[in-house]
DNA sequence: GTCGTTGCTGGTAGCGCTGTCAACGATCCT
DNA sequence: AGGATCGTTGACAGCGCTACCAGCAACGAC
């Protein structure tokens, strides 16, 4: 006679089992690692399973081993392009594997990001994706302190946790400023928004730059806490060339703001990138299709989602990373917008169309 | 003496009930239904809690109580700006609830949700927030079925499966058009890109505007299933614009694709909005700040999230609304790439800076 | 032939919590 | 005063799965 069906009549593996004629450990086994079984009851509880439609309950399945198959992520906001990128690797890498993501918003608060990392930790995930490297030190203990794999996402610096993936936004800023140089700017203007870690190191890598060419000028940098928009790219430009009506280039600590920047150039008929040129930051998709096109530093947020979710699936199970530190790099992508300054003031529009992308310079560490 | 401790070393429910004096289920009880505690109890559970720091296993919740606390979310893309929006929404309004937000991408595929919502349906979700109203007869009858209260976002239509809310993306197209017409504008194009459901009712929108003017030419239309972007946009217009150089508006189904058109114009000289009107849809923030500024149609797409994952919770709490449907309506934001068509030829390009923003047209039901 | 050793399988005993039901005293009504 | 009702509390029995360990057969080494 057989076993009586559970109460919400959902079929468990107990049914399996039976079907299948072995145990239920045996068939929670094949689950769980398939080749420890041998192929005759292997596939004897496949066929079981598929006939009964069974479905694993993860609640019992959690409180049963002890651990969850939750991935739990911490990302600043929901709305900036650039984790919009770097969520779609991580669900896409994910995706067809036993984890789920759990997503959560630290706000850019790294108290907020303390308390929901208590959080996630209370209920012992299989794996942790973070922002950054600039936790609290309770954060970091309790990082530490874990008992799962963590990859620390967006930029890379020493003492990783455990794993790390990211680039240089010092690095990045540095080489953004480089290229200004190479057509041949020289007061070059910086304008950055909310000024997390990051954009904080994209200034720091400015300023590096800008101090060893002997070009610093305090005046050039134009910052604010508020969130970035484009809007508030035009604005902070106008408050830049107010206070430095003579700069010949601005670096943008996203593309947004460089949007806005062109934006207001157009409002105030400056030709870009002849009396000023732009660079912004990530590489959004519409720097390739504004008028003039506008020059970017590309970031691998995709492949940072993606590549992050895989690294840490492939430590949850077993199989730690040669390498736990990974550095994507960027590409500057110059286009029309930071072109050499020409002598001729004011050019046809039409001659932007003509104008072809120039060679990148790519850092592929 | 004590009872032994739980071999994790965690807090168990047990342990705060033997502090505070209670038995176990009196503690359980604490955390569900306070109220249902005399205040003595209540206090001493309380503090009981807070003293070793307890945190409930939610897998053990979970699997004795045969329901979880999470809240199933399918949208059809990560990175677009409209879902993030409303994925903010989502995400703010759970926030401090008890419910977690379980997150999947359907990549516009109604199989794919399909698949995603029998894998949401197994777990017993607390709830559901489903993209739009095309579900698979399929997907229909399990949402249908399924024991759950449910919330269709992003539009309404009727037969809700059981709440909606949204807004009628056929009348804000009319009303985009209408717009247009009272502008003075006739020969108006539609940009449409990925066409989706809702897109496709836009189009649906602008075609019925169109006709009852006596305007309607299909090769004013020019769609494509690729997914959306600003270079798209600029792509779609060249081809729309050489198959009809007459035109004097066009229509986007979105706000990528007006940017991209006005890039477009801008490449090819054509003034803005003085040979061609541009209107876009969704109201982004860079419509605002743009050279000209960019007519759209405002979506309330934080709200739509946040009331969603409100009225959810709430349902789920046994507090129905009163009303299942909602619609959040939506705004015709009139700026300057839609104005009246004028004598003057090409106005200099300052004139914007003056230009005030207009009135605009609501539909607030 | 005996004794590991390996590969596979099964039994037992929970994981930490809550649903159900019964019990109890207090309060209220007739 | 007696009974009904309400509010509060606790005992019991799992929820469905897996960790742990034991058992058993087959095999090889000595």
Redesign the interface.
């Known amino acids: 006679m057989g076993r009586k069906r559970t ?2 009549g959902k079929i468990r593996l107990a049914e399996v089992a039976e079907l299948a004629g072995v145990s239920p450990i045996t068939a929670s086994r094949f689950f769980r690692n398939p080749e420890a079984l041998s192929v005759a009851k292997r596939t004897r509880v496949e066929s079981a399973a598929r006939e009964l439609g069974y ?1 694993p ?4 399945r ?2 049963a081993s ?1 651990r ?1 198959e939750v991935i739990g992520v911490l990302i600043p906001s ?2 900036n ?1 650039v984790f ?2 770097v ?2 690797g991580i ?1 896409d890498a994910s995706e067809g594997s036993r984890y ?6 630290t706000r850019y608060s790294i108290l907020q990001e303390e308390k929901l990392l208590r959080l996630f930790l ?2 012992k995930p299989a794996g942790l994706i973070v922002t950054g490297i600039d936790q609290t030190t309770e954060s970091r203990a309790m990082l530490e302190a874990a008992d799962c794999p963590i990859v620390q996402i967006m930029e890379i610096g020493p003492n990783p946790v455990d794993m790390m993936i990211g680039f240089s936004h010092y690095d990045a800023a540095r080489a953004a400023i480089a290229h200004l140089f190479a057509q041949g700017h020289r007061r070059i203007g910086f304008v950055g928004a909310r000024m997390d870690p990051r954009v904080q190191r994209r200034l720091d890598g400015y300023a590096a730059a800008m101090k060893e060419a002997g070009l610093f000028d305090q005046r050039l940098t134009v910052t604010t806490a508020t969130p970035t ?3 508030l ?2 604005a902070l430009f106008a408050d830049l060339i107010a206070r430095e009506p003579a700069i010949d280039a601005v670096f943008c600590a996203n593309d ?1 703001l460089a ?2 920047v062109l ?1 207001e150039c ?2 105030r ?1 400056i030709p870009v990138p002849d009396q000023i040129a732009i660079v912004g930051f990530n590489d959004l ?2 720097m ?4 003039p096109t506008l020059t970017s530093v590309r970031t691998n947020r995709y492949e940072m989602g993606s590549t992050a979710a895989a690294m840490l699936i492939e430590a949850i199970e077993g199989k730690r990373p040669e390498k736990p530190v990974l550095d994507l790099g960027f590409t500057v992508i110059e286009r029309q917008s930071s072109q050499a300054q020409r002598p001729t003031a004011s050019p046809r ?2 001659e ?2 003509a104008a072809v992308q120039n060679d990148s310079v790519t850092n592929d560490p």
Chains 1, 2 share one sequence.
């Open positions: 109460k919400s479905v309950n993860l609640a019992a959690a409180l002890q969850t929901l709305t392009n919009s990128d969520l779609r669900y789920s993501i759990q997503l959560s918003n209370a209920q928009s484009v809007t790219g035009g947004d949007l806005g934006f157009r409002r008929e998709e519409f390739a299709s504004s008028v529009a039409g932007w169309v």
